[in-house]
């Protein structure tokens, strides 16, 4: 099982989607809720964020490889596959 980074901004109602999404994956499968999220928020954490290429948040990063970075067009469903891929790549 592999840990991944979740970079987001407090405010964002899109991070807000992907925490809720995290919240209902976990809920619903045991082995997602094992899988270790270190959550980094951006503005507080801005040089850690500086050495990872992405502009949109939520974004997501497995061993340094961006997993999945929001759209500015996307609404919770799709968030939502989007983390829960993320979760099944950390499970292989």
Known sequence: ???????????????????????????????????????????QNATLAEQFDYYYVPTVFMNGRKLYECSPSEGYEEIRAQIKGAFDAALR
């Not at 979740?6 to 809920?27: D, G, I, S």
Request: aromatic letters at 12%; a negative charge.
């Open 1 to 43: 099982m592999q840990s991944l980074k979740l970079f987001y901004l407090e405010n964002c109602p899109y991070c807000k989607n992907a925490k809720r999404a995290v919240v209902t994956l976990t809920q619903e499968n045991a082995k997602y809720a094992e899988i270790p999220i270190e959550w980094i928020e951006e503005s």
